[in-house]
C-alpha cells in the first residue's frame, strides 16, 4: 500500500502531499474565491446587526440575532412549513421514483422514449416550472379543477396551499431520483434474482429481500440529498406562493429572502441562514449515522 | 396480466410527467383569445404562429440561446476538468484537507445561496467579472463543483486500487500511468457529471439575474421572465414558445446521453 | 456592509491579475454611456420604451443610452443586489413603494432641484407626492420622476349591465358605493355573479380604494406612525366583506385569484363586473372573444372620489457616475408627447397633463376618456412614507385581509390584529 499516504506533513513536504495540493490547487482557486469567501462573509453577517443602506455603519451584535429568532413566531411557522415539506416531498420523490424506476428497468418496448419523457421536469427552466403550475392550479381554467370537477382555489386555500406546492415539488425532483435509483438497480446482479425465484421466493419477497438490500447505499445518498434540497428549496416555491397564503408555504428560505431583500435585515437574515444549515445538518447527521449502523 | 398494469402504470407516470410538454406546445399555438376561454382545450381550435413570431422576434431568443449553450458546456467541462484531479485526491489521500474539503461541500449545499449573492457579488465587482459571461461561468463551476465532489469521489473510489498500483510500480511518470489507467474506468462517471453540470447550468437564473446586464449577453432563463408582468399576468403564448424552445435542447441532450447516464451513476451512487 | 471582504483581496493577491476596479468602463474622450433599465414588458410598451431611446440616441450622440430589459418580480433583487454591489444602472424604473425604501437607505439621487421647469410643471403636485420621501436623515428629497399611474376602475360587461337596466355611470357622474352595491344584486341571476374581486394581493387595493371614505389606515403624531383601523378604514372592508357574505354578490372563489385571473370567468358571463386596475384593459382587448361588448366604468365614489395612487417612476442612484447626463434623459424620455407614447404602450395614465390632453388616450374606444379621466382623483397613497409597510404588508395585512375576507375572522378582530401587530412591525423601524 505505498502509493497511498496518509498526506501527514514532514519537514519538507513529502511527494504525496505535494501530488495532494497539485491536485487539488484548480479547484481551491475559486472555490476559495467564489465560495468560501462570500461563505463566510455571509456566516459572520449573522452576529452583525448589518442592515441596507448606503452609509449604514455595521456593528458586531453578537447573540442579539439569534436571540431575536428564538422569539420569532415566523421562524417557527416557517421551519414548521419547511420540516412537513421537505419530509413530505423527499418521502414522496423517493417512492414515485422508485416505482418508475422499477418500471424503466423492465424490458417494455419503447424504453428509451420513456426514459427521455421521465426527464421532462429536469429539463425545464425552473422558472418556467412555477409559472405553469401557477396555470394548473388555477381556479377557472387550470387543468386541476377541469379534470376533477372541482373549484377549489387550490394556491390561495389556508389547507390545500402546501399539498398542492408539495405535488409540484414532487414533479420537479422526480428525475433525478428516478435516474439515481434506476443507475442503481441496475447494479443488482441478476444472479441474485435467479437464485431466489429457484427457491421459490414470490416478486414481492425477492424485491424485498433482494433489491431492497442492495440499493440501500444509493437510498441512503439519493433521499439525504433530496432531503437537503428539497428543505432549501427557494424559487420554486416563490414563483407559485410567494409564501402565501398567510405564511402556510413560507418556506425557510423564503423568509430568509423575505428579511433579506425586502426588508434589508441582512444580518437577521444570515443568523436564519445559519440556524437553517445548522439544524439540516443535525437531521442529517442523525439520518445518516442511523442508517450506518443499521448497514454493519 | 402484468405486462399490462405495468404498461398502464408507465404510461399515467408518462403522463403525469410529461404533461406540461404538450400543454406548452398547445398554448404556445394559441391565440390570446383562446387562452382566456373558460374550458381550455388541449388542441387549439385556431392554432397559430403569431406567438413564435413574437417570442423569437422581440427577445434574441437565438442568441441567449447560444449563449445559455457556451456558458453551459463551458461551465460543465470546466467543472469536471477541475473536480477530477481534486476528487482523485480526495478520495485516495486522507487527513484533515479531506476533511475541510468534505466539510465546505457539505455547508455550500446547505447554506442559503441568497444570503451569498451579495458577497459574492461584490467579489466579482473587485475582479471586473461583472457583466460577463466569463464571470458567470466561473460562479457556475464554483457551484456545482461539491455536488460534482462528491460524484467523482465516489467513482474514484470504485476503481480499485490495485489497478493503480499495477501502474505505478515503476514509479517514474506516475500520476500518468495511474491516469492512463482509471480514465477509461471513470468515464460514465464523467458523463453523469458532465449532465448535471451542464443541466444546472443551462437553467441558473438567480445569479444570471444579478450579473448580467447588456442585452448582448443575456442568458436563455433570463429572457423568458420578460414575458411575465406584475402580480403574475403573463403573456402566455410568447411565454410557452420561449419555454419550449428553452426545454427542447435539454431534452436532446438527456437522449443523447441517457445510455451512457445509467451505467455512470450506478458505481458513483453507491461508493457515494 | 462593508464594501471590500479581506478574503477578496487576499484573492487578489493570488490571482496577481491586476484587476480593474469598477465594471463601468468609459473613455473620457468617448461618448457617455448610459444603461437605462426598464421594466416594460407590453409588446406595444416595449416597442415605444425602445424607439424614444432611439430617438434620443439619434440626437444626441455624446450621450448614448442602452437598453437593459428587466422583469417586474426580479428587479428589486436585482437593485438591492447592485446597489449594496456598487455597480448601478444609471436610470431606472420602479414604482414608486419600491423606491420609498430604496430613498431611506440613501440609494437614490435627490431629483428636487436638478430638474428643469418644463418637466416640474407639467406634472402635478399629487403625482410628486408619491415620490417625495425621507431620505432616512430627516430631509425631504424628490427621488424619481413619476408618469405613469394606475386608477382603480370597473371593467363591465356591458350586455349584461343593459340587460339588467342598471345606469351606466360618467366620469361626470360616477356611481357610489351604494349604487355599486345595488347594481352587482341586480346583476347577480342565473349563475352570473355581479361581481368578482381578485384579492390575491388585497392590501394595496384596498387602503388605495379606503380613501373614497376617508380611511388612511396611518396616523403620524410627533415622528411617529402608528396603525389606525376606524370607522373610515373599515368602509370599504364591510361593503367588500357584505357582498361577498351578506349580498352573495360577489364569488368568493374568485377572492384568490390574481388580477387577470378572472378573465376566463368574465368573459364566459360568470361574472359581470371587475374592480380592477385600469391597465387590464389590455388584457380584455386582446382576449375578448369576437363579439363581447365591454366598458370601463370610472372610478366609485364614497363620501369623496379620492383614490390613493402610486406611480411608476424613473429614477438615479446616487451611485451613478454620470447623474447630470441621466437626468438630461428622463426629462426628454417623459415628456408630454413622450408620456401619451408610454401611457398608451401600457394601458395606463400619465402624469403629464400635456399628455393627458391627447387624443390618442382620450378617445371613447377601449375606455380611454373614462380612464385618463380618473386620473384627476388620484391622491398619494397613505401607505407609501410608511417605513416598514412591506413588512407590515407582507407579514400582517395580507394575511388578515386575506382571513377577513374569507369570513375567517371578525371585522373587529381583523382591525385589532392590523392595529396591535401592525404597530409591533413599524416599531421596529422607528428605533
Redesign the interface.
Given at each position: 500500500m505505498t502509493a497511498v499516504a496518509t498526506g501527514r506533513h514532514r519537514r519538507g513536504m513529502s511527494r504525496q502531499t505535494r501530488e495532494l495540493w497539485v491536485l487539488l490547487l484548480p479547484a481551491l482557486v475559486p472555490v476559495l474565491v467564489f465560495s468560501v469567501g462570500p461563505l463566510l462573509y455571509g456566516i459572520g453577517l449573522a452576529f452583525t446587526d448589518a442592515q441596507g443602506g448606503r452609509n449604514r455603519v455595521t456593528g458586531f451584535s453578537g447573540l442579539d440575532n439569534f436571540a431575536r429568532l428564538f422569539t420569532d413566531s415566523m421562524f417557527w411557522q416557517s421551519m414548521q412549513v419547511g420540516l412537513i415539506w421537505a419530509v413530505s416531498v423527499t418521502v414522496l420523490q423517493f417512492l414515485a421514483g422508485l416505482g418508475l424506476a422499477l418500471l424503466l428497468n423492465e424490458r417494455l418496448a419503447l424504453r428509451g422514449v420513456a426514459r427521455v419523457l421521465a426527464l421532462v421536469p429536469w429539463a425545464m427552466p425552473p422558472v418556467v416550472i412555477g409559472l405553469m403550475w401557477r396555470l394548473v392550479y388555477h381556479p377557472d381554467a387550470g387543468i386541476v379543477n377541469s379534470t376533477l370537477g372541482t373549484d377549489i382555489n387550490w394556491l390561495a386555500d389556508f389547507s390545500w396551499a402546501l399539498p398542492a406546492v408539495v405535488l409540484m415539488g414532487v414533479w420537479s425532483g422526480m428525475p433525478q431520483t428516478t435516474v439515481v435509483l434506476l443507475a442503481g438497480l441496475q447494479n443488482v446482479p441478476k444472479e441474485l434474482y435467479e437464485a431466489g425465484a429457484i427457491d421459490g421466493a414470490g416478486t414481492w419477497n425477492r424485491f424485498r429481500d433482494i433489491t431492497l438490500p442492495q440499493l440501500r447505499p444509493v437510498i441512503v445518498a439519493i433521499t439525504s440529498l433530496n432531503f437537503v434540497w428539497n428543505f432549501n428549496q427557494f424559487s420554486l416555491v416563490y414563483v407559485l406562493t410567494q409564501g402565501g397564503p398567510g405564511g402556510r408555504t413560507r418556506l425557510p428560505m423564503l423568509f430568509a429572502y423575505e428579511e433579506a431583500f425586502q426588508c434589508g435585515f441582512f444580518g437577521y437574515a444570515a443568523s436564519l441562514g445559519v440556524t437553517i444549515m445548522i439544524v439540516v445538518l443535525g437531521l442529517l447527521g442523525v439520518y445518516l449515522w442511523r442508517q450506518l449502523r443499521e448497514a454493519s | 396480466m402484468r405486462r399490462i398494469s405495468q404498461y398502464a402504470a408507465l404510461l399515467l407516470y408518462l403522463v403525469f410527467l410529461a404533461f406540461p410538454l404538450i400543454w406548452m406546445l398547445s398554448t404556445s399555438l394559441k391565440t390570446p383569445q383562446e387562452m382566456a376561454s373558460l374550458n381550455p382545450a388541449w388542441i387549439p381550435r385556431e392554432p397559430t404562429l403569431a406567438n413564435y413570431a413574437d417570442a423569437f422576434g422581440e427577445q434574441d431568443l437565438v442568441g441567449a440561446g447560444l449563449r445559455s449553450l457556451i456558458v453551459a458546456v463551458a461551465s460543465s467541462f470546466l467543472t469536471v476538468t477541475v473536480a477530477l484531479p481534486a476528487a482523485y485526491a480526495l478520495a485516495r489521500y486522507r487527513g484533515v484537507l479531506k476533511r475541510i474539503a468534505l466539510g465546505w461541500v457539505l455547508v455550500s449545499q446547505v447554506f442559503p445561496f441568497i444570503l451569498i449573492i451579495i458577497p459574492l457579488f461584490m467579489v466579482m465587482r473587485e475582479l471586473d467579472l461583472v457583466n460577463s459571461l466569463t464571470g458567470l461561468v466561473a460562479v457556475h463551476v464554483t457551484f456545482t463543483l461539491p455536488f460534482a465532489l462528491w460524484m467523482l469521489q465516489g467513482y474514484v473510489r470504485s476503481v480499485p486500487r490495485e489497478l493503480e498500483e499495477a501502474a505505478a510500480v515503476d514509479g517514474a511518470g506516475r500520476m500518468r500511468a495511474i491516469a492512463a489507467v482509471v480514465a477509461p474506468l471513470l468515464a460514465p462517471g464523467v458523463v453523469a457529471t458532465l449532465l448535471f453540470s451542464f443541466i444546472s447550468s443551462w437553467n441558473e437564473f438567480l445569479f444570471a439575474l444579478v450579473v448580467l446586464k447588456d442585452p448582448d449577453v443575456m442568458t436563455l432563463p433570463l429572457t423568458l421572465v420578460r414575458f411575465t408582468g406584475p402580480e403574475g399576468v403573463a403573456r402566455l403564448g410568447p411565454l410557452a414558445a420561449a419555454s419550449l424552445a428553452a426545454t427542447i435542447p435539454s431534452l436532446i441532450f438527456f437522449a443523447i446521453i441517457q445510455r451512457r447516464l445509467r451505467s455512470g451513476l450506478m458505481a458513483g451512487a453507491v461508493k457515494g | 456592509?462593508?464594501?471590500?471582504?479581506a478574503?477578496?483581496a487576499v484573492?487578489?493577491a493570488?490571482?496577481a491579475?491586476g484587476?480593474?476596479?469598477?465594471?463601468t468602463g468609459k473613455s473620457s474622450d468617448g461618448p457617455v454611456k448610459l444603461?437605462f433599465?426598464s421594466l416594460a414588458?407590453?409588446?406595444e410598451s416595449?416597442e415605444a420604451n425602445k424607439a424614444i431611446v432611439e430617438e434620443w440616441n439619434k440626437a444626441n450622440p455624446e450621450i448614448q443610452v442602452?437598453?437593459?430589459?428587466g422583469?417586474?418580480?426580479?428587479v428589486?433583487?436585482?437593485l438591492?443586489?447592485?446597489?449594496?454591489?456598487?455597480?448601478v444602472?444609471d436610470v431606472f424604473h420602479n414604482d414608486s413603494p419600491a423606491l420609498a425604501?430604496f430613498a431611506?437607505?440613501?440609494?437614490l439621487l435627490d431629483l428636487k432641484d436638478k430638474l428643469p421647469a418644463s418637466l416640474r410643471d407639467d406634472i402635478p403636485q399629487a403625482a410628486w407626492d408619491t415620490v417625495t420621501f425621507d431620505d432616512?436623515s430627516g430631509n425631504e428629497g424628490v427621488f424619481g420622476v413619476p408618469f405613469l399611474q394606475e386608477s382603480q376602475v370597473i371593467i363591465a360587461n356591458k350586455k349584461l349591465l343593459d340587460e339588467a337596466g342598471v345606469r351606466i355611470p360618467t366620469p361626470a357622474e360616477p356611481w357610489t358605493w351604494n349604487e355599486f352595491g345595488e347594481a352587482s344584486k341586480k346583476l347577480t341571476k342565473d349563475g352570473t355573479y355581479g361581481v368578482a374581486w381578485p384579492m390575491?394581493?388585497p392590501v394595496n387595493k384596498v387602503l388605495n380604494l379606503a380613501l373614497n371614505f376617508g380611511g388612511t389606515f396611518f396616523e403620524t403624531s410627533g415622528g411617529k406612525t402608528a396603525v389606525k383601523v376606524g370607522p373610515e378604514e373599515k368602509a370599504v372592508l364591510q361593503r367588500i366583506h357584505d357582498q361577498l357574505h351578506k349580498d352573495k354578490t360577489a364569488d368568493p372563489?374568485?377572492?384568490?385569484?390574481?388580477?387577470?385571473?378572472?378573465?376566463?370567468?368574465f368573459?364566459?358571463g360568470?361574472y359581470a363586473m371587475l374592480p380592477v386596475g385600469v391597465y387590464l384593459r389590455q388584457?380584455v382587448a386582446?382576449?375578448?372573444?369576437?363579439g363581447f361588448e365591454w366598458v370601463t366604468l370610472p372610478p366609485l365614489k364614497g363620501t369623496t372620489s379620492n383614490q390613493g395612487a402610486v406611480s411608476q417612476t424613473l429614477s438615479v442612484p446616487?451611485?451613478s457616475k454620470h447623474q447630470e447626463q441621466a437626468v438630461e434623459f428622463i426629462s426628454f424620455f417623459l415628456n408630454g408627447k413622450n408620456q401619451a407614447r408610454l401611457a398608451k404602450g401600457d394601458w395606463l395614465l400619465p402624469t403629464s397633463q400635456e399628455a393627458a390632453s391627447d387624443p390618442s388616450i382620450t378617445s371613447p374606444e377601449n375606455g380611454w376618456d373614462v380612464a385618463t379621466a380618473s386620473a384627476k382623483d388620484l391622491v398619494v397613497a397613505p401607505f407609501l412614507k410608511v417605513n416598514g409597510y412591506?413588512?407590515w404588508k407582507?407579514?400582517v395585512a395580507?394575511?388578515v385581509l386575506?382571513?377577513f375576507l374569507?369570513n375567517?375572522i371578525s371585522l373587529d378582530e381583523a382591525a385589532g390584529k392590523l392595529v396591535e401587530e401592525g404597530n409591533q412591525v413599524l416599531e421596529r423601524y422607528q428605533r
Open positions: - | - | 456592509m462593508g464594501k471590500k471582504l478574503l477578496a484573492a487578489i493570488v490571482l491579475t484587476c480593474g476596479g469598477g465594471g444603461d433599465l414588458w407590453q409588446k416595449v442602452t437598453y437593459v430589459q422583469s417586474w418580480d426580479n428589486n433583487d436585482q438591492v443586489t447592485s446597489f449594496e454591489g456598487g455597480d444602472p425604501g431611506s437607505k440613501g440609494y432616512g390575491k394581493s372563489s374568485a377572492l384568490g385569484m390574481g388580477t387577470a385571473d378572472p378573465l376566463p370567468g368573459f364566459a360568470k388584457q386582446e382576449q375578448a372573444p369576437d446616487a451611485d412591506d413588512e407582507s407579514k395580507t394575511p386575506q382571513e374569507a375567517k
